[in-house]
């Protein structure tokens, strides 16, 4: 089988993570797997895995870029004997079902988030990620607003959750010299007299930094025993959003309790690091990978009350559900994160590992795809 995975770009993120997962289950499966995509600071790993990556200016989402683009992949497709079409964002999936229409490839997407859309024309645009021959949800959220907003494809929907790499988040596979050199890079004291609270998600509003802030100033003004509260993302090209966190972290005097630190290429050993994770996003996330990466560390997650985190996070089990965008609620479940005792605490990390290793793999998700893609390879385009 020869896969070609349409994807804007390959930096950080769920959506780009998934498709070298893809690109390595079918090299190891005897296929190719090409990735058209502008690049970025993930195409090493993925040539490391086997996948060939073909430069294309996918992240447009300009008409006229979007439109030549499908001639470029048609062109792809018959040079290369590709097989399937795989997209994963709406832009480049409009590209790629133009593509297919000319060729005897065929056509699937992955729906990979909620895809807001207000206008009329721009619910047609989303559409497009539910016109795949089979419409891959990663949790069953997803599926739901599948259902919801594009009722034509319900029988089209698989679901596949999204998976963690059990091999690489255990905490026995992370040597404690990987944890200290990534403390010392951001200038933390490890192993630590105080309780960590590490944030995983890249520095833009709706992941919910700004109401952790505000929460954790809440706290402060309590009096509370604070945790160190590492934000750990990715801030490129959002300048004025990290501004905005460091004049909130001055406002509430948290100068000594916050630090930004920017992207992390070793989540496990960040996770080893911590004592809990965070994840309050203010908007539902399709899946939640970092929640469930932090479980299969042993490690308590908050989350927001909605979206894939449901399915994700048990509250009173394996961490704590809040009500999204509250302040309050956010720190009352910091407040009694930080308060119970570090027994206590293992005791919901080791319940939280257990759920997402018998629920959530990588290996899981590699297996799920490659058994839609024989699905569709036995049908007609």
């Known amino acids: 089988m020869i896969l070609l995975q349409l994807i804007p770009q390959l930096e950080a993120g769920g959506a780009e993570r998934t498709t070298l ?11 190719r797997a090409l990735v058209v995509s502008e690049g ?51 832009a480049p999936a409009w590209s790629g079902k133009w593509a297919a229409a000319r060729t005897d490839a065929h056509f699937i997407t992955t729906y990979h988030g909620t895809y807001n859309g207000k206008t009329g024309l721009k619910r047609w645009y989303n559409a497009v990620m539910a016109r795949g021959e089979r419409v891959i949800a990663n949790s069953n959220f997803i599926a739901d607003h599948i259902r919801t907003h594009h009722p034509f494809a319900a029988d089209r929907i698989r679901v596949i959750p999204r998976g963690v790499d059990l091999d690489s988040f255990d905490p026995q596979a992370v040597a404690p010299d990987r944890v200290a050199g990534l403390a010392a890079a951001w200038g933390v004291e490890w192993p630590s007299s105080r309780l960590i609270a590490l944030f995983p998600a890249r520095l833009t509003g709706w992941k919910g930094q700004r109401e952790t802030l505000i929460a954790l100033g809440q706290l402060k003004a309590e009096g509370l025993t604070m945790p160190l509260t590492l934000l750990a993302g990715d801030a490129q090209g959002r ?9 909130l972290i001055a ?5 000594d309790d916050v630090r930004i630190v920017g992207h992390c290429t070793d989540m496990p050993a960040a996770f080893a690091m911590a004592d809990i994770a965070l994840t ?20 308590p997650v908050i989350a927001a009350d909605h979206g894939g985190a449901r399915e994700v996070v048990l509250p009173g089990e394996t961490g704590w559900r809040v009500e999204p965008g509250n302040p309050a609620a956010l720190a009352a479940a910091i407040r009694e994160a930080v308060s119970m ?13 257990h759920f997402i290793r018998t629920q959530f793999s990588t290996r899981a998700l590699q297996a799920a795809t490659l058994r839609v893609y024989d699905e569709v390879l036995n049908s007609q385009p």
């Open 341 to 353: 005792s570090a027994e206590r605490r293992a005791a919901i990390g080791e319940r939280a590992a």
């Open 251 to 255: 406002q509430y005097g948290l100068e």
């Open 40 to 90: 970025g600071r993930m195409e090493a790993e993925l040539a490391a895995l086997g996948g060939e990556l073909v430069r294309l200016p996918v992240a447009s989402k300009n008409p006229w870029t979007v439109w030549r683009n499908a001639g470029r992949i048609a062109r792809i497709v018959r040079s290369e004997g590709v097989d399937i079409i795989h997209a994963r964002s709406r």
């Open 280 to 299: 309050p996003s203010v908007e539902p996330e399709a899946f939640g990978r970092t929640a469930a990466e932090a479980g299969a560390m042993h490690r």
């Open 239 to 247: 300048d004025a959003y990290r501004g905005e966190l460091e004049s």
């Open 21 to 31: 997962e893809v690109a390595q289950a079918v090299v190891a499966a005897g296929g």
